[in-house]
């Protein structure tokens, strides 16, 4: 265990560094739900959305978990360009852990989407949200979770794959379907029936359940307990699938 956190505290550090080396990556990460919020949010103001809470409180979790889910989604891209110049390859040679080499990779994806988060946050309050602060932190926390979820699985597809025009399609048929049932931009509760049915059947739907209650204040309901269990257990699955191809695909 020590030599596994001391691995991980290296890889994590390797790519922080390349991160904090490029502010682009850090700032403009945020720019597409900035401009959700800033163009779509006041579409929504007085209009019956069929949830507590006001349509801050509504759009800004979906929001953070967009954040989360298309960025983590397309990380995978840095892998194979790493690839494609060899570095995977001396990692390979050296005696760290193949549980570090993604961990850290994970570690610093949630980090830097949590930090994007507070960005997104800030700009939502001087626009009008009042949620509390323990469900704003619940946010960033179900933020971070999915983050590394989604992040280790793309390094995983990444790893299987040659070439980005191979990676892209694959990530796009998921991304898509993902955030039109999840309920990203407005509640299920507004779809018909059929399709509020079919959304049950997508985990992340939970996730952002949970935060729209957190954002109310609502932290004893069932769709906090509900996103509490299906993030854990989607984090387990996909650091287990992760650590499994990272190890046989020798990386």
Same mark, same amino acid.
Not at 174 to 185: C, E, F, H, N, Q
């Given at each position: ?39 779509? &949010? ?8 069929? @949830? ?26 840095? !892998? !194979? !360009?790493?690839?494609? %110049? ?30 994007? /988060? ?5 700009? /939502? ?12 932190? !619940?946010?960033?926390? %179900? ?23 191979? %990676? &892209? ?5 998921? @991304? ?24 049950? %059947? ?17 932290? /004893?309901?069932? /769709? ?28």
């Amino acid at each position: 265990m020590p030599a596994l956190l001391s691995d991980t505290a290296l890889v994590f550090g390797r790519y922080a560094r390349q991160t904090l080396r490029s502010k682009f990556q850090m700032l403009f990460g945020v720019l597409t739900p900035l401009l959700y919020l800033l163009f779509f &949010g006041p579409l929504l103001t007085d209009l019956p959305l069929g @949830s507590r809470g006001d349509s801050w409180q509504v759009l800004v979790p979906g929001l953070l978990l967009q954040l989360g889910l298309f960025g983590a989604t397309f990380s995978g891209f840095a !892998i !194979i !360009i790493e690839k494609q %110049f060899g570095v995977v390859e001396r990692m390979r040679v050296t005696p760290v852990s193949r549980l570090a080499l993604l961990l850290g990779r994970v570690l610093r994806d949630a980090t830097l989407f949590v930090f994007q /988060a507070v960005l997104l946050v800030l700009a /939502a309050l001087v626009m009008g949200l009042r949620a509390p602060v323990a469900g704003v932190l !619940i946010g960033f926390a %179900f933020v971070g979770v999915l983050t590394l979820s989604l992040a280790a699985l793309s390094y995983s597809l990444a790893l299987k794959v040659s070439k980005p025009h191979e %990676f &892209g399609p694959v990530v796009n048929a998921v @991304s898509m379907p993902s955030t039109l049932l999840s309920g990203l931009m407005l509640p299920m509760a507004l779809a018909p029936g059929w399709l509020d049915v079919l959304s049950h %059947f997508m985990p992340f739907r939970y996730l952002v359940d949970a935060v729209r209650a957190a954002y109310v204040g609502d932290y /004893a309901s069932g /769709a906090v307990l509900y996103g509490v269990v299906t993030a854990a257990a989607f984090a387990a699955l996909s650091v287990m699938v992760g650590t499994r191809v990272f190890r046989t695909a020798g990386a």
